[in-house]
């Protein structure tokens, strides 16, 4: 007996046939950070989080800089290029209202540490700490030296 796929699940088994040949190839992610002032950002990422420069490369008949800095597994490229437009985001939840990626992410085993820590660094807190109990999830934001936001999260299992 055999059996007939629909065509939207053909489509389906493709997708997800696609997708796992992908993942195998990925090793890590980063993010890209558009800023006005390269070196004040990066150094700002080195005294709090500890990234180092790994490499940089200056493009001046663009206008452009770029540098990629890396702690341990984290990657982050920071790009500064003349004549961009900063993009404020408001503070969560209202942040969503405005396509595009929203902000970093940090999954951290204790949030309250991870907090004191910033507060000690002169990073205030811009919303929370905050539980999110469907999620089982705790979460807060800070903004860097140029207002993006980043957010610390602490997943269940975690003190």
């Given at each position: 007996m055999t059996?007939?796929?629909?065509?939207e699940e053909a489509r389906e088994l493709t997708r997800e046939k696609v997708g796992d040949q992908v993942s195998r190839h990925v090793t890590g992610m980063s993010s890209c950070l558009v800023v006005a002032d390269l070196d004040?950002?990066?150094?700002?990422?080195?005294?709090?989080?500890?990234?180092?420069t790994v490499s940089s490369l200056d493009i001046p008949e663009r206008g452009e800089r770029v540098a990629f800095l890396a702690?341990?597994?984290?990657?982050?490229?920071l790009a500064q290029r003349d004549g961009s437009a900063a993009?404020?985001?408001?503070d969560p939840p209202e942040h969503g209202f405005v396509q595009g990626p929203s902000h970093l992410a940090f999954y951290?085993?204790?949030?309250?540490?991870?907090?004191?820590?910033?507060?000690?660094?002169?990073?205030?807190?811009?919303?929370?700490?905050?539980?999110?109990?469907?999620?089982?999830?705790?979460?807060a934001f800070v903004r860097d030296i140029e207002g993006h936001l980043i957010e610390f999260?602490?997943?269940?299992?975690?003190s």
């Open positions: 059996t007939e796929l629909t065509r004040r950002a990066a150094h700002w990422y080195r005294r709090v989080f500890g990234f180092e702690a341990g597994p984290l990657r982050l490229e993009l404020h985001r408001a951290v085993d204790d949030l309250d540490a991870a907090l004191a820590e910033l507060a000690g660094l002169g990073v205030p807190v811009a919303v929370g700490p905050v539980d999110i109990a469907p999620l089982a999830l705790s979460v999260v602490q997943t269940p299992g975690r």
